[in-house]
């Protein structure tokens, strides 16, 4: 496994990523499906680098952007404690308000030649977590050409009122959509994700919403305070079901 360091510049200054691939015989000189995996609010980490990781074993080339590079040094946060630390917390939900959807579309532009330059020749995908599930979605929406799979997991505010929300932006997407929800999500309540589905199924979109009931906002990601290791294990029996029939 090779994970490189890059600084990929975009329309606001240069942003952090690392890019991800096995070097392994048995994926040959065949097409390679890249991916970009969209950080959930505590930055890139070791945590998310080990799914890049897990990704990029299953043949995919996988980049990892940091959302946050806007402004400048910030953390390290630990996702299990950040949010019951009154600083911590105050630091991360500025970054978050001041990291909009419309700032990550632009920069996707330029995490896609990061990835066909890193070797992605196939068809893309976009996964993301937490904050990072509604960008994985409006991506696809503002690169429909480009992007055939997003998949978002406990994403947040995905049909809100707000203008930008990414229900709004769904007619625009090609590709197909997968959706995994935690049982119970302040962020992402019942009347969202029926909103949601009503979106993706009147602009005829391949879709799944799926709900993780027992699971907690951010039970995927290992760091996390309410990980789970068995729903861990079925997201990504999904998300490797859902790439392999879609990208390969």
């Not at 950080?39 to 080339?61: K, S, V």
């Not at 959807?101 to 893309?124: I, P, W």
């Not at 995905?158 to 709004?168: G, N, Q, T, V, W």
Request: net charge negative; hydrophobic share 40%.
């Amino acid at each position: 496994m090779a994970k490189k360091d890059l600084v990929i510049q975009t329309e606001d200054g240069n942003a952090g990523a690392g890019l991800f691939r096995s070097d392994s015989a048995a994926f040959g000189n065949a097409a390679r499906a890249g991916v970009i995996l969209y950080m959930d609010a505590f930055g890139p980490r070791p945590a998310l680098d080990a799914m890049a990781e897990r990704l990029a074993n299953q043949g995919y080339i996988v980049l990892v952007p940091d959302l946050f590079y806007r402004f400048g040094p910030y953390g390290p946060f630990e996702a299990k404690t950040a949010f019951s630390d009154e600083q911590k917390r105050a630091e991360l939900l500025g970054l978050i308000k001041a990291t909009s959807l419309e700032m990550t579309q632009r920069d996707t532009g330029a995490f896609l030649s990061a990835l066909a330059e890193g070797g992605a020749n196939g068809k893309t995908g976009t996964v993301g977590y937490c904050m990072g599930g509604a960008r994985a979605i409006t991506a696809a929406a503002a690169y429909p050409d480009r992007i055939a799979a997003a998949a978002s997991f406990h994403g947040g505010n995905l049909a809100s009122d707000a203008p930008d929300s990414p229900h709004r932006q769904v007619a625009a997407i090609k590709g197909r959509v997968y959706v995994g929800s935690a049982g119970v999500d302040n962020s992402f309540p019942p009347e969202q994700s029926a909103r949601l589905a009503e979106a993706l199924r009147t602009a005829e979109i391949d879709h799944v919403i799926e709900n993780y009931v027992g699971m907690a906002h951010g039970w995927a990601v290992a760091d996390h305070s309410v990980y789970d290791e068995r729903g861990a294990e079925r997201h990504w029996d999904r998300l490797v079901t859902f790439f392999r029939e879609t990208l390969q």
